[in-house]
């Protein structure tokens, strides 16, 4: 895949899908007005927009970003808990749409995006995954009485990727010449600023990662973790940087971390053993807590859970599901505790 051209039609459907927001932006061009003003720009747009995507090259000013943190969890007065959002141009934004369409359309005819990847992509979802998980989980526990699931945090992932060696891997992919030379402009010389209430910081250099609050930048990510499972024993989903790989055999456990340690090293991604964890699910009454000895990362032991919130949902280590029902009228709550089929039924 190396090039392709848009038509002012198709830019005039993507500025007139936008929603209607007085966002903030670099340019200081909200995407309400690019809306209400689609059919006038169609034509000069789409001329810049394949101009841009001709010569390899992006505007350098499209790749400034206001930074805007969101607190994650824990305490506001530390700087870890925010995660970095980029508010980048709305024209940017429309041409990383517009590529990004074609970019999926050719990594999905190629059947070169990861199956067990469920985050970003079209048709999945949370739901999904979990449905596929929860149907594994309760194979192997009705088949071998026990399950090990680990769950694996990455460190800011979005901000560890490498700018040379995703373009090595988008070339291993097929994405070569003037396409490729763009994602590589779109990359490189970025800037941005960090905006608190109403104060701006000095303008910085950003020396890695993929831009958070971009169109491409998800896509990219998941471009850069797509092997990473490759040569691993246990059965593994992800959801964008997520990972959690399960299996009976804590031999299988113990092989893949050790994989996943060395995939790390060679991509500079990193690990948090204290936040990662490792859960036992069992049908069995005598359901104690994982083993150690399986979960090491690096040297660290991950610490053993007996519940863990996965996408939303609580899952016990001895699979049973609470549910509390609201009454209507009186806001009692009926707790009840059910065999983790009948609850899964009944949900």
Not at 152 to 181: C, M, P, Q, T, W
Not at 209 to 224: F, K
Not at 341 to 346: I, P
Request: charged residues 20%.
């Amino acid at each position: 895949m190396s090039m392709f051209s848009f038509e002012p039609h198709s830019v005039e459907r993507e500025l007139f899908n936008l929603k209607p927001r007085i966002n903030t932006t670099p340019d200081g061009i909200p995407a309400i007005f690019l809306k209400n003003v689609c059919t006038a720009v169609a034509l000069p747009l789409s001329i810049i927009f394949n101009a841009s995507v001709l010569t390899g090259v992006l505007p350098k000013f499209w790749k400034t970003a206001i930074i805007k943190p969101i607190h994650k969890k824990g305490l506001r007065t530390d700087p870890n808990n925010f995660r970095p959002i980029s508010l980048t141009s709305s024209i940017c934004k429309t041409l990383e749409r517009l590529i990004r369409r074609n970019l999926v359309n050719y990594l999905n005819s190629n059947n070169l995006m990861n199956p067990q990847q469920f985050g970003f992509r079209s048709r999945r979802g949370t739901e999904s995954q979990l449905v596929e998980y929860q149907g594994n989980i309760l194979s192997l526990c009705n088949k071998y009485k026990s399950c090990y699931s680990v769950y694996v945090d990455f460190r800011r992932a979005f901000d560890k990727v490498s700018f040379s060696k995703l373009i090595e891997k988008l070339k291993s992919y097929g994405i070569h010449s003037n396409l490729l030379n763009w994602l590589q402009s779109f990359l490189s010389g970025r800037s941005q600023s960090v905006k608190v209430e109403n104060a701006l910081s000095i303008p910085f250099e950003v020396k890695s990662g993929v831009p958070q609050g971009s169109v491409l930048g998800p896509l990219l990510l998941l471009l850069y973790i797509n092997d990473i499972n490759v040569n691993f024993q246990s059965q593994v989903l992800l959801y964008a940087d997520d990972l959690k790989l399960f299996s009976n055999r804590e031999d299988f456990i113990a092989h893949d971390l050790e994989l996943l340690r060395i995939w790390c090293e060679k991509w500079q991604m990193d690990v948090a053993p204290e936040k990662c964890n490792i859960i036992k699910f069992s049908h069995l009454k005598s359901n104690s807590n994982p083993i150690a000895n399986c979960a090491v990362f690096n040297g660290a032991n991950i610490p053993p859970v007996t519940q863990i919130r996965d996408l939303g949902i609580i899952f016990s280590g001895n699979l049973v599901f609470m549910l509390i029902l609201h009454h209507c009228g009186n806001a009692q709550e009926d707790q009840r505790s059910l065999t983790y089929e009948h609850a899964l039924w009944n949900f």
